[in-house]
């Protein structure tokens, strides 16, 4: 049964850092694009850092996470992981981590959820003072 677990959510003061896990089992993660996205009540969800399947492990960034997050993967270890920095009050919310077995490009799959195959169940990130 193929399943994502996310973790390393917490509270976080602005300006702080934290580091996002995401486990896979049941699938071989190397084949598959990844993803993360947020969500905050009321508000649709985003994609905020998202890598293709490819070789060159090409990586899209929404406009308001550029420069302080970054997506990475250890396809040995099953694990993609979401570095965030610099941490703002509106980077709250529940993050999820996602992967889909589609050869399509990293905007695509974190614009529109293309391909997407498994979502993980989210872990709560908030900054606060």
């Known amino acids: 049964q193929a399943q994502l677990v996310e973790s390393g959510g917490g509270l976080v003061q602005p300006g702080g850092s934290l580091k996002l896990s995401c486990v896979a089992s049941?699938?071989?993660?190397?084949?598959?694009?990844i993803g993360w996205f947020r969500q905050v009540p009321g508000k649709e969800r985003e994609g905020v850092a998202c890598?293709?399947?490819?070789?060159?492990?090409?990586?899209y960034y929404a406009d308001s996470v550029k420069g302080r997050f970054t997506v990475s993967r250890d396809n040995a270890a099953s694990t993609i992981y979401l570095q965030i920095n610099n941490l703002k009050p509106n980077d709250t919310a529940v993050y999820h981590c996602?992967?889909?077995?589609?050869?399509?490009?990293?905007?695509?799959?974190?614009?529109?959820?293309?391909?997407?195959?498994?979502w993980g169940q989210g872990t709560q990130v908030t900054v606060s003072s």
């Open positions: 996602a992967a889909g077995r589609t050869i399509t490009t990293a905007q695509r799959v974190c614009q529109w959820e293309f391909g997407i195959d498994y």
């Open positions: 049941g699938f071989t993660l190397d084949r598959y694009a």
């Open positions: 890598m293709d399947s490819s070789r060159d492990s090409n990586q």
